[in-house]
């Protein structure tokens, strides 16, 4: 088995080299999925109410992830304890998922060095865009630039993070040219986990 971890700069272009990857056959695992299903466990919700107010979680499920955006992205003190409360627990379900696949698994995982890299994640790819096609990117998010900056205020710097990754793939093309980059690197990861089989 050959396990990818995929991270990079907001609105860089990584859902779609998941897309492309799992069309060649990977094995998709969306962190940021497995990190929202941990706030229905009665666990998670009880500390968070303890912190938050016991009405915390009565709103619907879209209004309650907006608040826990606006308390994360805007305290220093709420984000650390989101992260001490979400990612060892995201991590190991995470592990365990990896654990039963077969193949060629990809991690698609936004905050994998402010987790910290798994030892069994074999590369770790960084989506690279520039700021303003960023910006472009997140429009029909409702994001702009200084929203796009207040999400990564608390984010390790990416300088930072393209030296700890093994490939960087810069998106500053077309949606062809990004997707061709992906088949491009994902022949090289089938390649790879064939000779793992051999």
């Known amino acids: 088995m050959l396990t990818v971890g995929l991270t990079g700069d907001v609105g860089a272009g990584k859902s779609t080299l998941s897309k492309v990857w799992e069309e060649m056959g990977a094995a998709v695992i969306d962190a940021d999925r497995v990190a929202r299903d941990m706030w229905q466990l009665p666990d998670v919700q009880k500390r968070a109410s303890e912190r938050w107010g016991s009405d915390f979680f009565e709103d ?4 309650v ?40 698994v990809v991690v698609e995982i936004p905050l994998l060095f402010e987790c910290g890299r798994p030892k069994w994640m074999d590369f770790v790819v960084f989506a690279s865009a520039s700021a303003e096609k960023r910006v472009e990117r997140n429009a029909s998010r409702g994001w702009d630039a200084a929203e796009i900056k207040r999400r990564e205020s608390r984010l390790m ?9 093994d490939w960087v793939l810069e998106n500053s093309g077309t949606k062809e040219e990004w997707e061709a980059k992906a088949r491009e690197l994902g022949n090289i990861f089938l390649e790879k986990e064939r000779y793992s089989r051999s």
């Not at 619907?60 to 209004?63: A, N, T």
Request: charged content about 40%; proline content about 4%.
């Open 65 to 104: 992830f907006a608040k826990i955006a606006e308390k994360i992205f805007s305290d220093e003190r709420e984000y650390e304890f989101v992260s001490d409360l979400l990612h060892p627990a995201t991590i190991a379900a995470i592990e365990e998922i990896v654990k039963n696949a077969d193949g060629w």
């Open 157 to 165: 710097p990416r300088d930072e993070k393209i030296k700890r990754s």
């Open 60 to 63: 619907d499920q879209k209004s």
